[in-house]
Every structure is written in C-alpha cells, then in structure tokens.
C-alpha cells in the first residue's frame, strides 16, 4: 500500500507515468476504474477546485465519494498521541482513521497549518497520523505541500511546451494582503526542479525564502539533472528570459505566526505583483497560478487575460490528475 502525501516520496518517472494516464482520462473521462470503490474526503478548510475535481473525479469513475467536515458536519478530531481529550476534539484520529479504513477504500484529507508556530507545523503532524493509522492509501489534497496542484501544473507545461528539460522557471513571490500557507510554493520548487528545469527562486528578501527542507531537496534535484537552482531578490534579472513564470504568495517564516510583525515588511512589497513589464522581460513566457487569485493585487487583468494565462488549464487537469493518481493507490 502507497499513500499519495508528497511528491517527495515518488520518483519522476512514476510521476510521469501517473500524468500519462491523465492525458488518456482527458480524452475519456468516463470509465469504471474505481467501480464499487469509496473514498472519505476529509476538509478541514474551503475548497472550491479540490472538492469538486475530486468529487466530480471518483464519480466519473464509478465510485462513491463522501465528503466530511471536522468540527461541522463531523466531530472535532484530536491528533496529538497521549493527549487528555477535554477540549473541543470528539475523537482521536486513531479511531477516525480505523472507522474510515473499515468504510473507504482512499481517504484524503486537506488541512492547512495553523499559522502559530512553523516548527511544529513543518512537522505535517495532521497528514501522518493519518497515514499512520489508516489501513488504506491517504492522499494529500493540500497541507503544507499540494502534490496534486504538482501533477496538474506539469501536465499544463507538458500541454503547452512539451519537453521540459533545461526551460527556465522563475517562481516568484507576490503580494497577498494575508499571510498565505507555502504549501503550493514548496510544491512547485520541488515538482519544477525534479522535471529538470532552471528554476529561480524570486522573493523580497531572505525572510521569504522557503523551509531548508524544500530548498534542500530542490537542490538535490537540480544535481541530479545537471540544471541550475537560484535564488534572487531582483526582479529584473529574475524574469529575464524565462519560460514559465509562476506566481504565489506566502508568509514570511521568520514572523509566521506574527502578522502584525509581517505587514509592514510585506507591504512594501505590492510592486512584486506580475504585470505586463515584467512578462515583456521573459522569453514569451507562460503564466500560471494555482487559484484563486486576487486580480491586480497578485497578476494584473492584463497577465490573467492574455493567450500565455494557462492558469485555468492547470485547474482543469486537477481533475484529470487526481483520478489517474486515486486509479495508481487502488489499482497497481
């Protein structure tokens, strides 16, 4: 049994394959793979493109999905071991995850950090004791990565560039009037540099580098392709010539937790928003954001709306990705 809770823990060709698959589904959606099959989608924050790719995802594929939110239309779960349960928790997850084992054939499960304290939401505590004490396959559909926004943004460049090897991607930080979770950004450095583009790293300054550990395995996978992983803090050298520029916005590590410490930093920093000047500088880039997005805040109408926008591409094949990926836990 092999749970989907990051790209880390798949090789590229594996990866690879799953995306292939994804193309067939494309051109037809409709087939029994998951006949007879249940799966337990737990949403432990909103949702508009993951709960109804994968919803529409498991009935296009023959099977059941039940959706279920902790603390609203299902008890307050407990996730710490040993823990004396006399605050707001129901039940712990050891008996939520054996329940829903007994009941489903796939559990997923999206839960965002709580914003207080990085070293202990690094951690991803939420996710493994899921993993841990369930008896079937767990997919992540968002904690502080987002393995399935990786394989949909691939299969988008895939589509759109064909080879990816040796293109140049700049992931670049944007403004957000919030804090935002890095998940999406630590994915697309690792998923970027494990397909073997040069990929550069654009954010205001060393506060809004990402977790060493993502920095370290992006590294890792540059190496091992030969291409190059950089880090810079200028925006014009940083989207020279670049093939694909990818946008997101995320806390700053060092004050996560502390906003009111942030905002004053971060508001300095609305000028990194993506505009037509700064795409004009690349190489006829594509533009992608994972969604949603806060026009002319984060991309202006401009970049959202021109021909090299792939942004609703990518949001179509989390669909397409996420029924090849459940087809992979169940069926090989």
Sequence with gaps: MRHFLTTEHWSQSDLQDMIDFAKVLKKDKFQPLLKNKSVALLFFNPSLRTRTSFELGVHQLG?????????????????????????????????????????????AVRAFPKFQNWKDDRQDRLLKSLAQFSTVPVVNMETITHPCQELAHIMALQESLGDLKGKKYLLTWTYHPKPLNTAVANSSLMIATKFGMDVTLLCPNEDYLLDEHYMALGQTYSSQHGNQLTVSHDIDSAYDGADVVYAKSWGALPFFGRWEKEKPIRDQYKHFMVDEAKMAKTDNAL??????????????????????????????NRLHVQKSMMNTLINT
């Design 63 to 107: 099977g059941q999905a039940v959706v279920l939110q902790p603390g609203k239309d299902a008890w307050p779960i407990e996730f710490e071991l040993g823990s004396i349960m006399d605050g707001e928790a129901e039940e712990h997850i050891k008996e939520v995850a054996a329940v829903l084992s007994a009941y489903c054939d796939i559990i």
């Design 287 to 316: 533009f992608s954001h994972c969604l949603p997005l806060r026009r002319n805040i984060k991309a202006t109408d401009g970049v959202v709306d021109s021909n090299n926008c792939i942004a609703i591409l990518e949001a179509e």
